[in-house]
DNA sequence: TGCTTAGTTAACTGATTGGTAAACTAAGGC
DNA sequence: GCCTTAGTTTACCAATCAGTTAACTAAGCA
């Protein structure tokens, strides 16, 4: 895994196990085992996950008593959106021409009919 | 790399030099030695890095004569951004905390002075 | 003190990654 | 036919990843 942010985050929601601990995440603060619980992995698959997202600053982990409940940082997930958002033009532009060529096929269309 | 299309992306993502080679191809199309060009990388791993961008359908690839000039594809772009939009109404629920806070910290100070 | 619950750490494994150098393919131009 | 340019494929390497089992820590409770 690289050192940059960016694709500390980018490494650590390319795996389908680890975003579906996010979404969980987004429903509240949760126990490990709680979080476990879907997945058939061993507990400390789980945990080297939590690793992961926590290296990424997606989550933080707490301390009750012998729980360490996870919470969902969003910071990581902003500056995702971010850096995607520079690509917005770029495929809005791609609709622009599929729109034109539509609309163009249409004129066509017209006449012919 | 999981076989999922996400994961695939979010995967293809994680690298600053494919980053810098789709903010390349952002400009237009180009050929496969222009985009090696920033990068003292050899060839065969920018070949490589352009597999891995292309299994992600982040780009495709033309020919014409000796050239296989790279072309950026929008749709897993719009996929990644339409995934992290769901968690938008997270992080502004955490903005709007932190208003709430700031609001009542000018509150308390109004009464102090 | 000893047991249970919650979770982490350590050591290992097989698969994947990112890089290399060397050999190959494929098109153009002389 | 042969050289050059553009790029890919192959074979290899070291590092990292995702998982395992077994051992450990740390808090609560009887």
Redesign the interface.
């Known amino acids: 895994?690289?050192s940059?942010p960016?694709?500390?985050t980018?490494?650590a929601?390319?795996?389908?196990t680890r975003?579906a601990i996010?979404?969980r995440l987004?429903l509240g603060e949760t126990s490990v085992t709680e979080l476990a619980e879907p997945f058939d992995i061993s507990l400390p698959a789980v945990t080297k996950h939590l690793k992961v997202l926590q290296r990424a600053g997606l989550i933080t982990q707490g301390r009750q008593a012998q729980w360490r409940p996870c919470k969902?940082e969003?910071?990581p997930?902003?500056d995702?959106?971010d850096?995607?958002?520079?690509?917005?033009r770029?495929?809005e532009a791609?609709l622009d021409r599929l729109e034109a060529y539509l609309l163009e096929l249409q004129a066509k269309d017209g006449k012919e009919t």
């Open positions: 895994m690289q940059d960016l694709s500390a980018f490494a929601l390319a795996d389908p975003r996010l979404a987004c969902l969003a910071k997930l902003q995702v959106a850096w995607v958002e520079q690509y917005r770029f495929w791609r």
